[in-house]
């Protein structure tokens, strides 16, 4: 018997192949993982509507599409192993990608939701995913470097020190702007960066330097 919960991921999961997720494997993770455990009780109804949801501290649970989109590109460019996350947030993206990549470092400034995800992440059985309550501008420099990075605010530049961490090959995918902002995907060849936009995005932003 088909339950609820798997009833209405496969709904979200055939709209976000309408919207033009393609990546079969991105598609199947996400109908397997129940987002409802990410969301506070009250919202629940509302967990497999293709939209962010807030979160508590300021703070929201991105929208299915766009933690689709991101996680396709990484796959897309040849990310398997090592992935950087910055801003934990629920761990909802988190659990994606600790689905989908061998290993996931994911910086978090909010304490208190650092512990709800690192909760919800062993509640579905998902122990490759390592936390650090951090400034997310700094990345992780002593796990770097990254064949991913994957940001879930938007910094009002790109962060240099996240450059920085990339492996060779590797790529950061971050939301850039202020009242406009631009998915921008970010390439490392040795020392020199190209850059392309991907997406006209909204996030909440990436705050510097501030751990609570």
């Known amino acids: 018997m088909i339950s609820n919960f798997q009833r209405s991921a496969?709904?979200?999961?055939n709209l976000l192949a309408q919207e033009g997720i393609t990546d079969q494997r991105v598609l199947e993770v996400m109908a397997h993982t129940p987002r409802?455990?990410?969301i506070d009780e009250v919202l629940k109804h509302k967990a497999y509507q293709?939209?962010?949801?807030?979160?508590?501290?300021?703070?929201?649970?991105?929208?299915?599409?766009?933690?689709?989109?991101?996680?396709?590109?990484?796959?897309?460019?040849?990310?398997?192993s090592k992935v950087l996350e910055i801003g934990t947030g629920s761990g909802y993206q988190s659990a994606i990608l600790a689905q989908l990549f061998d290993k996931v470092y994911s910086v978090e400034r909010i304490k208190a939701l650092q512990w709800q995800a690192k909760r919800r992440l062993h509640q579905l059985d998902l122990?490759?995913?390592?936390?650090?309550?951090?400034?997310?501008?700094?990345?992780?420099?002593?796990?770097?470097?990254?064949?991913?990075?994957?940001?879930?605010?938007a910094a009002a530049s790109v962060p240099q020190q996240l450059l920085e961490q990339l492996d060779d090959g590797g790529v950061l995918v971050v939301p850039i702007g202020d009242v406009e902002q631009k998915l921008m995907l970010y390439t490392r060849h040795k020392n020199e960066f190209k850059h392309q936009v991907m997406a006209d995005v909204r996030f909440v932003p990436l705050v510097p330097g501030d751990i609570i």
């Not at 929201?60 to 990310?79: C, E, N, W």
């Not at 650090?132 to 990254?146: I, L, T, V």
Request: charged letters at 5%; aromatic letters at 10%.
């Open 10 to 13: 496969g709904s979200l999961v």
């Open 36 to 38: 409802h455990v990410f």
């Open 50 to 80: 293709n939209t962010a949801l807030p979160i508590g501290q300021g703070q929201t649970i991105s929208q299915p599409y766009i933690v689709a989109h991101m996680t396709a590109i990484l796959r897309a460019h040849g990310v398997t």
């Open 127 to 153: 122990y490759n995913v390592s936390m650090k309550h951090g400034d997310g501008w700094q990345g992780w420099a002593s796990q770097a470097p990254f064949q991913g990075i994957i940001v879930t605010a």
